[in-house]
């Protein structure tokens, strides 16, 4: 079965600075990718989405992620955070089994604080 | 347009009760699927519902059981409730199989089993 990790659970960051989530999936096939993030109080939300052609995905709210098949990995940044992007993060995978019936493997989350 | 919405918002049961919750999906939305959230963890997939029938199933027991109705509102049951049941219940609705089209969450049911 497949697993996501997401190497930081809590990140603290100053409005302006950059930010990289790390993602990293275990499975050798197809497959298709997901950041959501869950602001205060709010529904998950699809932040972006990648399922094929540029491994740079370009998100909402500035947002980007970048596919990396050989490192099996889908990191989130965002040059400069703002106080506003206080939220957990979530990654997630799909595998190319199934057909769409397996939903999604989501990691932990990351819970990011922006402080003013 | 309405987005996805679940009720009951709270939900306090105890051990071995039986509990139903409710999904109504986004308009246009064919699929549903539901998803468990413990505290501190991520979404983890239970069963996903395409045009009224078990399309796909996580790592969850038969006593998590659910039904998809003509209008693709959906229902998820679990039966013999357990402490470690105790977690946010998320439905998120697609226009198509999950993985495939972005999901739609809607806002949770906290169940809390004493």
């Known amino acids: 079965a497949q697993s996501v990790s997401q190497h930081n659970h809590h990140v603290i960051l100053s409005e302006a600075a950059s930010l990289e989530l790390g993602c990293n999936y275990s499975y050798g096939g197809t497959v298709n990718l997901f950041w959501y993030v869950q602001y205060p109080g709010q529904h998950l939300q699809l932040l972006l989405k990648?399922?094929?052609?540029?491994?740079l995905v370009k998100g909402i709210k500035g947002f980007e992620a970048e596919f990396i098949k050989s490192k099996f990995s889908f990191n989130l940044r965002k040059p400069s955070v703002q106080w506003s992007d206080t939220a957990e993060y979530f990654c997630?995978?799909?595998?190319?089994?199934?057909?769409?019936?397996?939903?999604?493997?989501f990691g932990k989350g990351t819970h990011l604080i922006i402080q003013p | 347009e309405t987005g996805v919405t679940q009720s009951p918002t709270h939900l306090i049961k105890t051990r071995g009760q039986q509990v139903t919750l409710r999904c109504s999906s986004q308009?246009?939305?064919?699929?549903v699927s539901w998803y468990q959230q413990a505290l501190g963890q991520g979404p983890q997939f239970i069963f996903q519902?395409?045009?009224?029938?078990?399309?796909g199933r996580g790592n969850f027991p038969p006593r998590f059981s659910g039904l998809q109705f003509p209008n693709y509102s959906s229902e998820l049951n679990v039966n013999a409730l357990e402490l470690d049941d105790s977690a946010l219940y998320l439905c998120?609705?697609?226009?198509?199989?999950?993985?495939?089209?972005?999901?739609?969450f809607g806002p949770g049911t906290r169940l809390t089993v004493t």
């Open positions: 997630a995978v799909k595998t190319g089994s199934g057909g769409g019936a397996d939903g999604l493997t």
């Open positions: 990648y399922f094929s052609g540029d491994p």
């Open positions: 998120a609705s697609s226009p198509g199989l999950a993985g495939l089209k972005e999901q739609y």
């Open positions: 308009s246009g939305h064919n699929t």
């Open positions: 519902y395409y045009r009224e029938e078990e399309n």
